[in-house]
């Protein structure tokens, strides 16, 4: 079957096209419901009841897959390597998945897991999942303020951790996080699970605190609880426009769906290949394609504890290809870029027998050609970028590796996914021809496996993502499309930046810039960078009674945000300047800005109140 006889049909008989989707799953109870309107929104297979964790594990091992390995863990940070086997996996998952119910965690409870990328991050989420417990991973490079940020939003019973975790060299105290993350918050958590990573870090028992190794000896492998499709599985926070994070809720039966689909029809995917995303557990990358899509269509899965370089050097991605056989590998461009600065003739390429790796795909950022040229050129098979958010959970915008690869067109994330009607509008919500640029919206109803709703707060879900243009769900990007149907995304339209791949508010750095006692205003936007793609560049004007050291003002601000939000946050520079650009109601022309600082072309804007600034701004940035 070719792309666009698949797309059509899940276009004009969705209900027929996701029930033979659906069906490639096992159920408990097989869903007769295949898509079922609510208020704002719609349910798929509403009546069916299934359990992600099984789906994971058991299943593979009922049909005879009990030895093929499950997982490849891969760690240069502690030089260590394991192959977890489907069997093996089942005892780690069933027996932690028992001592969470000892402690009396129960279906719809919710459960923080903050840890680094081991196995027993895995081993947490499926255990939460075969219990029926909610669970919301939170990425390491976040500081405990954003973890209690979190602890406050999802009130966690149980929060599972590691004593560690490693970033090149640096030992990242996850522990003494997770403490200080719960005196920083008012939700008081039951226990905290630590996993022990010996050698690390030497840290103290608090009364809630239990040792992971302890709990999971004295447990038993516990069966997978059906639970209904639109059960939620996870919590997974992401940067909003404001300040507060978005806890985007994914449901069961939907998601398990999209992702067999995607496996399948998007990556190329057969069971019992070995498929890597290089990502991390914390991500929606991490959970979608490290964890549950692979480990679902009956994958090996390869879980990387290190970086694209310095881990130790630029050829470590070549060697997990090879060695474990990679059929489809998966990452950000920002990767790639760090990888081609430190070895631009791939010379590192071509010591590795390659050979089974047949497609590389992109996502995370936009993608420069340049980027994607050179990958290509040097691997000699398909690059792929394609396109899709947090809240969709799996690709939106791709080229279909698994039927029939239509020719990739650089800078494009390829055509759209079956089930989503991508269109381009302008303000007024009109659909713009090819080649204009607007704002990329997707036509309700969308496919299974996107967002539910926003973790109690339906008020932010509508108001983020429904009532800008009715009977769409906006996706924050812009974008065009051209005569083709190839849809390329420009970038966000809102305070959201793309760093290095990590998703980040410029609007939650600006309060914390802004809350400094010697700042009288400011403004953080990203700027280009090279290797990351965008970089959070601040500006600041000065309290007009400030006397003192401009330099340590600076460094106190960069701190701040480090502390606030993490070392993720990349916000390494800020500038002082005498005023900011703005309208004559006084907002500030982040826009503008933006343009000047990476010297582009720019048309002053109309509501501009004093023309006089441009050039001011214009010194700041000569070089
Ligand atoms: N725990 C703690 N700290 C973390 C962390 C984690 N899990 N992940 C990143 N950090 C820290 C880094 O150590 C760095 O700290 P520093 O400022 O003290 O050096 C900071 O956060 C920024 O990290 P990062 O943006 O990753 O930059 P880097 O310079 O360490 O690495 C790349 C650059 C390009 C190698 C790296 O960004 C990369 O591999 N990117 C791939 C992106 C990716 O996988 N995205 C996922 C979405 S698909
Ligand atoms: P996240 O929710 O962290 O996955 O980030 C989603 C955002 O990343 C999207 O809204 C886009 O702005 C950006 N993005 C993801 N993939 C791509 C891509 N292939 N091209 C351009 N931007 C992308």
Same mark, same amino acid.
């Given at each position: 079957?070719?792309?666009?006889?698949?797309?059509?049909?899940?276009?004009?008989?969705?209900?027929?096209? #996701?029930?033979?989707?659906?069906?490639?799953?096992?159920?408990?109870?097989?869903?007769?419901?295949?898509?079922?309107?609510?208020?704002?929104?719609?349910?798929?297979?509403?009546?069916?009841?299934?359990?992600?964790?099984?789906?994971?594990?058991?299943?593979?091992?009922?049909?005879?897959?009990?030895?093929?390995?499950?997982?490849?863990?891969?760690?240069?940070?502690?030089?260590?390597?394991?192959?977890?086997?489907?069997?093996?996996?089942?005892?780690?998952?069933?027996?932690?998945?028992?001592?969470?119910?000892?402690?009396?965690?129960?279906?719809?409870?919710?459960?923080?897991?903050?840890?680094?990328?081991?196995?027993?991050?895995? @081993?947490?989420?499926?255990?939460?999942?075969?219990?029926?417990?909610?669970?919301?991973?939170?990425?390491?490079?976040?500081?405990?303020?954003?973890?209690?940020?979190?602890?406050?939003?999802?009130?966690?019973?149980?929060?599972?951790?590691?004593?560690?975790?490693?970033?090149?060299?640096?030992?990242?105290?996850?522990?003494?996080?997770?403490?200080?993350?719960?005196?920083?918050?008012?939700?008081?958590?039951?226990?905290?699970?630590?996993?022990?990573?010996?050698?690390?870090?030497?840290?103290?028992?608090?009364?809630?605190?239990?040792? @992971?190794?302890?709990?999971?000896?004295?447990?038993?492998?516990?069966?997978?609880?059906?639970?209904?499709?639109?059960?939620?599985? @996870?919590?997974?926070?992401?940067?909003?426009?404001?300040?507060?994070?978005?806890?985007?809720?994914?449901?069961?039966?939907?998601?398990?769906?999209?992702?067999?689909?995607?496996?399948?029809?998007?990556?190329?995917?057969?069971?019992?290949?070995?498929? #890597?995303?290089?990502?991390?557990?914390?991500?929606?990358?991490?959970?979608?394609?490290?964890?549950?899509?692979?480990?679902?269509?009956?994958?090996?899965?390869?879980?990387?504890?290190?970086?694209?370089?310095?881990?130790?050097?630029?050829?470590?991605? #070549?060697?997990?290809?090879?060695?474990?056989?990679?059929?489809?590998?998966?990452?950000?461009?920002?990767?790639?870029?760090?990888?081609?600065?430190?070895?631009?003739?791939?010379?590192?390429?071509?010591?590795?027998?390659?050979?089974?790796?047949?497609?590389?795909?992109?996502?995370?950022?936009?993608?420069?050609?340049?980027?994607?040229?050179?990958?290509?050129?040097?691997?000699?098979?398909?690059?792929?970028?394609? #396109?899709?958010?947090?809240?969709?959970?799996?690709?939106?915008?791709?080229?279909?590796?698994?039927?029939?690869?239509?020719?990739?067109?650089?800078?494009?994330?390829?055509?759209?996914?079956?089930?989503?009607?991508?269109?381009?509008?302008?303000?007024?919500?009109?659909?713009?021809?090819?080649?204009?640029?607007?704002?990329?919206?997707?036509?309700?109803?969308?496919?299974?496996?996107?967002?539910?709703?926003?973790?109690?707060?339906?008020?932010?879900?509508?108001?983020?993502?429904?009532?800008? *243009?009715?009977? @769409?769900?906006?996706?924050?990007?812009?974008?065009?499309?051209?005569?083709?149907?190839?849809?390329?995304?420009?970038?966000?339209?809102?305070?959201?930046?793309?760093?290095?791949?990590?998703?980040?508010?410029?609007?939650?750095?600006?309060?914390?810039?802004?809350?400094?006692?010697?700042?009288?205003?400011?403004?953080?936007?990203?700027?280009?960078?090279?290797?990351?793609?965008?970089?959070?560049?601040?500006?600041?004007?000065?309290?007009?009674?400030?006397?003192?050291?401009?330099?340590?003002?600076?460094?106190?601000?960069?701190?701040?945000?480090?502390?606030?939000?993490?070392?993720?946050?990349? *916000?390494?520079?800020?500038?002082?300047?005498?005023?900011?650009?703005?309208?004559?109601?006084?907002?500030?022309?982040?826009?503008?800005?933006?343009?000047?600082?990476?010297?582009?072309?720019?048309?002053?804007?109309?509501?501009?109140?004093?023309?006089?600034?441009?050039?001011?701004?214009?010194?700041?940035?000569?070089?």
């Amino acid at each position: 079957m070719k792309y666009k006889e698949l797309y059509n049909e899940s276009i004009t008989n969705p209900a027929e096209f #996701w029930k033979r989707q659906a069906n490639q799953l096992k159920w408990h109870k097989h869903p007769k419901k295949i898509i079922t309107p609510t208020e704002t929104w719609n349910n798929w297979f509403e009546d069916g009841k299934l359990n992600m964790s099984y789906l994971c594990i058991d299943y593979h091992i009922e049909n005879g897959r009990g030895n093929d390995i499950a997982i490849y863990y891969d760690s240069p940070v502690t030089k260590s390597k394991q192959k977890i086997t489907y069997t093996e996996l089942l005892y780690e998952v069933g027996t932690l998945a028992d001592s969470l119910l000892k402690l009396g965690i129960r279906k719809g409870d919710t459960v923080i897991i903050y840890m680094p990328m081991i196995p027993q991050a895995i @081993y947490a989420m499926l255990a939460c999942a075969r219990i029926g417990a909610i669970h919301s991973v939170v990425f390491g490079g976040f500081a405990p303020n954003e973890l209690a940020i979190r602890i406050d939003d999802c009130k966690p019973k149980l929060i599972i951790t590691a004593s560690h975790g490693i970033e090149v060299d640096r030992v990242i105290p996850y522990k003494p996080f997770v403490d200080e993350a719960i005196h920083l918050a008012e939700h008081k958590v039951d226990n905290v699970i630590i996993y022990n990573r010996q050698n690390g870090l030497e840290y103290s028992m608090n009364e809630i605190d239990l040792d @992971y190794e302890t709990l999971v000896n004295d447990s038993e492998v516990i069966e997978a609880k059906p639970v209904k499709s639109t059960h939620p599985l @996870y919590i997974l926070y992401t940067s909003g426009t404001t300040g507060t994070p978005k806890g985007v809720i994914r449901d069961t039966g939907g998601y398990a769906t999209a992702l067999k689909f995607s496996m399948k029809y998007v990556y190329g995917v057969k069971p019992g290949e070995t498929f #890597w995303a290089a990502s991390d557990v914390g991500w929606v990358v991490g959970h979608s394609f490290i964890v549950y899509g692979p480990l679902l269509n009956g994958n090996s899965t390869v879980l990387f504890e290190g970086k694209p370089i310095r881990t130790p050097d630029a050829s470590t991605f #070549w060697r997990i290809i090879s060695e474990y056989n990679v059929v489809s590998m998966f990452t950000a461009p920002t990767a790639i870029r760090a990888i081609r600065k430190e070895d631009p003739l791939g010379s590192f390429i071509k010591q590795y027998d390659l050979s089974k790796l047949r497609h590389q795909f992109l996502a995370g950022e936009r993608c420069d050609a340049s980027t994607l040229n050179w990958l290509e050129n040097q691997l000699k098979i398909p690059v792929i970028d394609h #396109w899709w958010q947090t809240e969709s959970g799996w690709p939106m915008l791709a080229n279909f590796a698994g039927i029939d690869l239509f020719s990739v067109k650089p800078g494009s994330a390829g055509k759209p996914v079956c089930g989503y009607r991508i269109e381009i509008l302008n303000n007024e919500g009109e659909n713009l021809g090819p080649n204009e640029e607007g704002l990329v919206a997707v036509k309700l109803p969308l496919p299974p496996g996107n967002l539910m709703n926003l973790w109690r707060n339906p008020k932010r879900f509508n108001a983020s993502y429904l009532n800008r *243009f009715p009977g @769409y769900y906006f996706t924050g990007d812009g974008g065009y499309k051209d005569e083709d149907g190839y849809v390329f995304i420009t970038g966000r339209v809102d305070d959201i930046i793309n760093v290095a791949g990590h998703r980040l508010s410029t609007a939650e750095m600006e309060e914390i810039v802004a809350s400094h006692p010697k700042v009288a205003e400011c403004a953080v936007f990203g700027v280009h960078c090279d290797i990351k793609g965008q970089k959070p560049l601040g500006l600041i004007v000065l309290s007009s009674s400030f006397e003192g050291d401009e330099e340590e003002v600076k460094k106190q601000i960069i701190q701040s945000v480090r502390n606030k939000i993490g070392a993720v946050a990349s *916000f390494k520079e800020v500038k002082i300047v005498k005023r900011l650009p703005k309208t004559r109601s006084g907002k500030i022309l982040r826009k503008l800005l933006r343009q000047i600082a990476d010297h582009q072309s720019y048309k002053i804007p109309s509501t501009i109140d004093d023309v006089t600034i441009i050039k001011e701004l214009e010194q700041y940035f000569v070089n």
